[in-house]
């Protein structure tokens, strides 16, 4: 009897609640379970509106919607369509994280553990092998003359940090560490569930890049000197009509239409972001437009985000565009205008705009009406001096704006 009590009271010992307030370490199923995704998240769940973030190194990417039911967690990324559903089972959080794209549903398995119960903290990065430095990425089965992707990595004393560069802008700060000759730097922050893995071969290194439950693209990494490269001729956006301007119309957060011949806008500079809430490089831009709204604003300059969601349906767009307004603390005019599908881009933008690609593109508009310059893509905190350059920028063209 005595030793059924102690067997009980042992295995009750096992099983913890869930804790109220914890750092969590978990990992995500990529390419069908072939790859694992580590990722680390801070939770809040002592009131009745939980909050939380996840970690890629100093930056932190907030949980928009949090709802626990029991032992059971719930995070909601409407911007994002995705969703994590969780159970706690006394030892950890085991559920699935879900991302809608139409009739299509992404599925990945995750588990996450407080970090009062892990026994093993993250490794240290080897400093045997770094890939720290500048490189040109040429992916499978791409034409070399027309890559225009760059890669810039370096070491830190807790690890490897890295991203790749497009012209549509970067994929957001990759962290990771080295194990024997490999290396894995990761990025998970509920909307995005990426890994990159690199292995030397000779001079160069090559890779292979992972997103989501899709087919892992294979890459070769070249040492450049610079991150500088010129986009090809169709990944090159303009104002068709230069004489024309550009003309908007969306639907505000409080549920009114406003159109660019709008009395605000009359003789106005307008800096113009063509974005989507679930646009990460939408997310590092915003800030910095910001920025230029409150310095330059008292000079007449109007920012203005024109939002394309994923779905077309208004409602959810001005909730995602309240939550987008609310987490970055923004003071710009924020406007629903549709969906992403082809259709409406077409007739709203490239109407407008010959070889539109890129969320966000922004357009610095002068008094008169007219595009003054299209900048496509953005880079975000993660490249270093290239967004601090991109800062510069954007500070020059809006200061001409307003003389």
Partial sequence: ???????????????????????????????????????????????????????????????????????????????????????????????????????????????????MLVTTQPAQAARA??????????????????????????????????????????????????????????????????????????????????????????????????????????????????????TFEGVSISGETVRSSDKQFRGKPLIIDIMGTWCHNCIDSSPLLNELQQRYGPDGLQVVGLSFEISDDPELGKKNLKLFQDRLGLAYTLLFCGSTDDANVESRLRTQLEKFFAYPTTLFIGRDGKVRTVHSGFKGPGTGEEFNAQVREFHALAAELVK
């Fill in 1 to 115: 009897m005595k030793r059924a009590l102690w067997f009980f009271l042992l295995l009750c010992g096992c099983r913890q609640a869930m804790p109220g307030q914890a750092t969590w370490y978990g990992t995500v199923e990529l390419a069908e379970g072939k790859l694992i995704l580590p990722f680390q998240m801070e939770l809040d769940l002592r009131s009745t509106k939980p909050q939380g973030y996840f970690l890629i190194g100093n930056e932190k990417a907030p949980v928009p919607e949090i709802t626990r039911e029991g032992n059971s967690l719930t995070f909601v990324f409407s911007e994002y369509g995705a969703e994590m559903h969780g159970a706690w089972d006394g030892n950890q959080l085991r559920g699935t994280y879900v991302r809608h794209r139409g009739d299509q549903k992404t599925t990945l398995k995750f588990s996450a553990s407080p970090k």
């Fill in 129 to 246: 092998v770094s890939p720290a430095g500048k490189y040109q990425v040429y992916f499978e089965n791409q034409n070399r003359n027309e890559s225009a992707t760059v890669a810039s990595f370096w070491m830190q004393s807790d690890g490897i940090y890295g991203t790749l560069i497009a012209p549509d802008g970067d994929y957001g700060l990759l962290v990771g560490r080295a194990d024997g000759g490999k290396i894995q730097l990761n990025r998970f922050t509920g909307w995005q569930a990426i890994a990159i893995t690199l292995e030397q071969s000779g001079d160069n290194w090559k890779g292979n890049y992972y997103f989501q439950n899709d087919k892992p693209r294979a890459f070769m990494l070249e040492p450049r000197t610079t991150l500088d490269v010129t986009p090809p001729p169709r990944l090159t956006a303009a104002i068709r009509n230069p004489d024309a301007g550009f």
